[in-house]
């Protein structure tokens, strides 16, 4: 799947809201986080806690732009959970870690501006 990250490209086609709704994105606290040296490209694998409906899930996230593994522990980070897991090298990554380009391309995770119970469903 080619995932457009130029900010000047115009809005994706339409989609019912059913097609929203399919998404499952939540919020969860990085527990865990470390560099992902085997990775074809620079990555952090992360384990973010989703609370006790989800539970601990794992992740490579290609945001060593700008994130250290130090600075992510305790940081809300928000995952589409309901994606099947997909193996990158010898690690399986469990939920898409989202977030935005910024003008140089680096990837800026999403959180919300207030603390929120993991878990929590974007809507």
């Known amino acids: 799947m080619h995932l457009n990250h130029l900010p000047s490209e ?12 399919a998404v499952d994105i939540r919020i969860g606290t990085v527990v865990e986080a470390e560099v992902f040296p085997e990775a074809r490209k620079p990555a952090l ?24 593994p130090e600075g992510l522990i305790g940081r809300q980070v ?3 959970v309901n994606f099947p897991p997909r193996q990158i090298g010898k690690f399986m990554s469990e939920v898409l870690t989202v977030g935005f ?16 119970p993991n878990g929590s469903r974007l809507f």
């Open 78 to 80: 928000a995952a589409v």
């Open 45 to 68: 694998k992360l384990t973010i806690d989703f609370g006790p409906g989800i539970g601990l899930k794992r992740s490579s996230a290609q945001i060593t732009q700008l994130y250290t």
């Open 101 to 116: 380009a910024d003008t140089a391309g680096a990837v800026v995770l999403f959180k919300p501006d207030k603390p929120v």
């Open 10 to 21: 115009p809005a994706a086609p339409s989609i019912d809201f059913d097609a929203f709704l």
